[in-house]
């Protein structure tokens, strides 16, 4: 063989042992239809490297991240090489194990065509990619568990008054709720109440878009952590403590809300209506009214490092087996105050309403 020939010989080889191409992330953007193997699926990338694709007869996203010259699933399910792209083509190969310079696995071919979606958007939060994802779920209820007094702290006369109350968990797509069975009268009205919110419209559209807004952030349709509970209850009253943690957001997306009900009639309530006028029932927090603040108080010191020391900040109230709890949200600085008072100690600040109120506690 001449020297030409041999060089053109090595030159072949050599090209032949190097990895396919890597196609940077932004190239791809966008979403994909087409197959994997014999299996219809639908891709979708966003613009730094993280991506997202579902099989069309399961709809379950799984998530992928670019990692040098491959794509790989999340939990390392498989990986993804692309070997030739263009504007409106991808093809590539799955394989179950991480491709190497020289290893060859058992792959599946890839082809995608590009999707061009009708709300303009290019990443993973598109209509093209998300609609199929999108309906809406049903509820799914758990088993029925009785409901342990002493989960809510009460107090031993409050045990024997109060009728037997079981519970179970609902489930809504990312949502949590709860249903109640017992022979108060209000049960049905509270269970209505505490469906129409699980199922709210508002609230399933605002899931999709955190769904959206992760997916198009690092390739997952992560929705924020949700939970509710029964936080107290007597013969008169329940309250229920919801919880929210609002994905993406750290600790600083934690939310409580709390709603309490007559227990005779099912109406809600927001406590703070014992202790100042024209309160919304969803309005948690509130500023001491002055008498009570000045009461609460007196005589404590005032540290200039730490915000509302005076007790100017903002409180929930929330019902409990000694009376009323009277807090700010935990923040980790120390600073934050709290307080019980017992219903006769919290009688001299309520409304008369208030006070009709609070003697039922006793």
């Given at each position: 063989m001449c020297p030409k020939m041999l060089r053109l010989t090595l030159a072949f080889s050599l090209i032949s042992t190097l990895?396919?191409?890597?196609?940077?992330?932004?190239?791809?953007?966008?979403?994909?239809?087409?197959?994997?193997?014999?299996?219809?699926?639908r891709v979708c990338f966003n613009e730094y490297g993280t991506g997202s694709y579902?099989?069309?007869?399961?709809?379950?996203?799984?998530r992928l991240e670019q990692v040098d010259n491959h794509w790989q699933e999340d939990k390392q399910t498989g990986f993804w090489q692309f070997d030739s792209s263009s504007e409106q083509q991808l093809i590539g190969r799955w394989s179950k194990t991480e491709p190497t310079q020289n290893q060859s696995a058992k792959s599946l071919t890839i082809k995608l065509e590009r999707q061009i979606s009708p709300d303009g958007i290019n990443d993973c939060s598109s209509d093209a990619y998300n609609l199929p994802l999108e309906t809406k779920p049903t509820v799914r209820r758990g088993k029925w568990q009785q409901f342990n007094y002493a989960d809510a702290e009460q107090a031993s006369a409050n045990k024997t008054n109060a009728s037997p109350l079981s519970y179970r968990q609902l489930t809504y797509g990312a949502e949590l709720g709860l249903e109640l069975k017992g022979e108060q009268t209000g049960i049905p009205a509270i269970n209505q109440w505490l469906k129409q919110k699980l199922t709210s419209e508002q609230q399933?559209?605002?899931?999709?878009?955190?769904?959206r807004r992760m997916l198009a952030q690092i390739g997952q349709p992560i929705a924020d952590e949700t939970g509710a509970e029964i936080d107290f209850?007597?013969?008169?009253?329940?309250?229920v403590r919801f919880y929210r943690w609002a994905a993406g957001y750290g600790a600083g997306g934690i939310s409580r809300t709390?709603?309490?009900f007559n227990l005779n009639d099912g109406q809600t309530f927001n406590p703070w209506q014992w202790f100042k006028q024209g309160v919304a029932l969803d309005e948690m927090q509130h500023q001491l009214p002055d008498a009570l603040r000045e009461k609460l108080f007196a005589g404590m010191e005032v540290y200039e490092d730490c915000d509302n020391s005076d007790g100017s900040g903002y409180f929930y109230l929330t019902l409990s087996q000694k009376g009323i709890e009277l807090w700010e949200t935990p923040n980790g600085s120390g600073c934050e105050n709290e307080f019980t008072l017992s219903p006769k100690e919290a009688?001299?600040?309520a409304t008369e309403y208030g006070k009709s109120q609070l003697k039922l506690m006793d």
């Open positions: 990895t396919l191409p890597a196609f940077a992330a932004d190239e791809l953007t966008g979403t994909w239809q087409g197959t994997l193997g014999k299996s219809k699926i579902y099989y069309q007869r399961y709809l379950t996203p799984i399933f559209a605002e899931t999709i878009e955190t769904r209850i007597n013969q008169h009253w329940l309250s709390y709603t309490s009688m001299p600040f």
